[in-house]
Every structure is written in structure tokens, then in C-alpha cells.
């Protein structure tokens, strides 16, 4: 049987929820690897690091995650009345998202198919 009413499990499971400032691109066109590389640069860096990193990093993927991360860090500022200097990159993930199917022509009448990965990328900030 359950544990008691069901606006009681739900307060309860609303407790528990996290609270850090955070921010999350859905189906960015990069695949989850090509978006890892960027996202284990900036981990664990105060966010004026992680943007200098980013700005000069050559990858399409740190153009992407420096958006994002400047958007986290409004959603601080606006929503929890947190400062910006006070703030580092605590966690910083790329799920994997629904892969896109294309088809290749080949020779001989044959057809190669062609993956065309998504993925979902999520930025948590926290206050040192």
C-alpha cells in the first residue's frame, strides 16, 4: 500500500527537489561526445573561467554551451538573487537525445544510412 495521500507524496517528492540555478538545451544538434569535450572544460570552474574557455575554444559545440551557460547564469541572478561572481559550473551533462535517420546514395543502386545525433545538454550552477 502506499505511504499516505497522494498531495502528501507529492509534497514530499517537491521537497526533495534541486534548487540550483541551472538551465538545459533540448535537441542541440551535436552529438553527446562531440558536446563532452567542451563540457569537461568548464566543469568545476567559476563561470568567468568557463566563458573565457569557451569564447576561445574552436569547437561548434562551445558556441552552443556558452549560450546556455550565460543563460544559466541570468536564471541565478533573476531567479534565485545570486551573483555572478560567486558562481561556478557544479555540473555540467549531455544526454543523449533521438537520432536522426538519413539515407546516402551509394553505387550500384545500394543506400548507406546516416546518423544524424541529437542531444539534450544541462548546465547546474551552484554558489562557493
Do not use: W
Not at 526533495?16 to 570552474?45: E, M
Not at 549560450?67 to 555572478?84: D, Q, R, T
Not at 544526454?95 to 551509394?106: D, E
Not at 544510412?113 to 539534450?120: D, N, T
Request: hydrophobic share 35%.
Amino acid at each position: 500500500m502506499a505511504k499516505g495521500h497522494r498531495s502528501q507524496i507529492k509534497r514530499e517528492r517537491n521537497a526533495n527537489k534541486d534548487t540550483r540555478p541551472s538551465a538545459k538545451l533540448s535537441y542541440a544538434r551535436i552529438p553527446v561526445q562531440k558536446a563532452c569535450f567542451v563540457l569537461d572544460a568548464i566543469r568545476g570552474k567559476d563561470v568567468e573561467t568557463a566563458l573565457g574557455i569557451l569564447a576561445y575554444n574552436p569547437r561548434y559545440a562551445s558556441s552552443v554551451i556558452e549560450k546556455l551557460l550565460k543563460s544559466a547564469v541570468a536564471n541565478a541572478e533573476n531567479n534565485n538573487g545570486m551573483k555572478a561572481d560567486n558562481l561556478y559550473v557544479a555540473e555540467c551533462f549531455a544526454n543523449k537525445g533521438p537520432t536522426m535517420k538519413r539515407v546516402r546514395p551509394r553505387a550500384q543502386g545500394r543506400a548507406y544510412r546516416i546518423e544524424k545525433r541529437l542531444s539534450h545538454i544541462t548546465v547546474v550552477l551552484d554558489e562557493r
